[in-house]
């Protein structure tokens, strides 16, 4: 079975300011990695994925996230944030070859402030 | 939303009655999923479908069913609704396995309250 911790619940961060959003996860098979992003009273949209290949990610709103084997971490960054990005953000995983189901971790509250 | 539809979003019922939620989507995607997002848990699977007639259980399946006769349609059924079914429930849909693998498309959630 997988599993997915997100280490901090808030981050607080004033804008243009750079973030770091933490996410380990735990799983017996290689995995695929998500982050998704949940702006207020919304469904969820993907932001990057981790599949294969280069385990730097660039995704959208200038967001990146940094797959480390070794560590069993999907941590996501961005060098400098705005008001807009204020959201909750999801890291999950899917195992390969299992189905797509995406486990959830609990979510990161982020909060940018002027 | 690509396409994802969930009816209705909001619903307020009383403990022991069945709701039933519906999720319709465009996209003929063949994965669809019903998840339950609550404070401090983030999205719990409660079930998912991987194709027509074909089901299988999540996470915290207890006290739910599902239900898919067509490729458009899965619906979430909650027999005998308790305080505890109190969340917003999301269905995603999503090619599933394959080439194109792991991203679900997500609707905008259904909000149910039982009293």
């Known amino acids: 079975a997988q599993s997915v911790t997100q280490l901090d619940s808030q981050v607080p961060v004033f804008e243009e300011a750079p973030v770091e959003l933490r996410c380990n996860y735990s799983?017996?098979?290689?995995?695929?990695l998500f982050w998704y992003v949940q702006y207020p009273n919304q469904g969820l949209q993907l932001l990057l994925k981790?599949?294969?290949?280069?385990?730097l990610v660039k995704g959208i709103n200038g967001f990146e996230a940094e797959f480390n084997k070794s560590q069993t971490s999907f941590h996501l960054r961005k060098p400098s944030v705005h008001i807009s990005d204020t959201a909750e953000y999801f890291c999950a995983v899917s195992a390969r070859n299992q189905g797509g189901k995406l486990i959830f971790g609990q979510g990161t509250e982020l909060s940018v402030k002027p | 939303d690509a396409g994802i539809t969930q009816s209705p979003r909001h619903k307020v019922t009383e403990t022991g009655t069945p709701v039933t939620l519906r999720c319709h989507q465009t996209?003929?995607?063949?994965?669809m999923y019903w998840y339950r997002q609550d404070p401090g848990h983030g999205l719990r699977l409660i079930h998912y479908s991987y194709g027509v007639k074909d089901t299988d259980k999540g996470e915290v399946s207890d006290g739910y069913s599902v239900s898919r006769s067509k490729t458009e349609d899965f619906l979430l059924t909650l027999e005998s609704a308790t305080s505890s079914q109190t969340s917003v429930y999301f269905c995603?849909?999503?090619?599933?396995?394959?080439?194109?693998?792991?991203?679900?498309?997500f609707g905008e959630g259904s909000r149910l309250t039982v009293l």
């Open positions: 981790y599949l294969s290949g280069s385990t």
């Open positions: 799983s017996s098979v290689s995995v695929y």
């Open positions: 995603a849909a999503g090619q599933g396995r394959g080439m194109d693998t792991g991203e679900l498309f």
């Open positions: 996209e003929n995607h063949r994965y």
